[in-house]
């Protein structure tokens, strides 16, 4: 883009400084959801609500079933493309 497009497109500097920052806070966000240790502790955690009593036995398989899928994603290393979907 040369610099008449630069100039023109001036006004909009603060909305794609915006779009900019929601997107690395996005791909942050998206690095931690699906970081193996993470899903591990959380893994720990719902194993030791289940022997609490916290949880039953139905809740703990579906939670369980979400914490496998994330960490599958996070293992595979597709943690998201930077658009806000995961591959």
């Known amino acids: 883009m040369g610099l ?9 500097a603060p909305v794609r400084g915006s779009a900019w920052a929601i997107k690395q806070v996005l791909r942050e966000a998206e690095r931690l959801y ?21 949880i039953d036995e139905e809740e703990f398989d579906r939670q ?6 994330r960490l599958e994603i996070g293992l595979r290393g597709g943690a ?8």
């Open 64 to 69: 369980e079933d979400e914490l496998l899928e």
């Open 4 to 12: 008449i497009g630069e100039v023109l497109l001036l006004p909009f």
């Open 34 to 54: 699906y970081d193996p240790a993470a899903v591990r502790a959380e893994l720990a955690r719902l194993e030791e609500r289940l022997e609490a009593g916290e």
């Open 80 to 87: 998201g493309t930077g658009d806000g979907t995961t591959r």
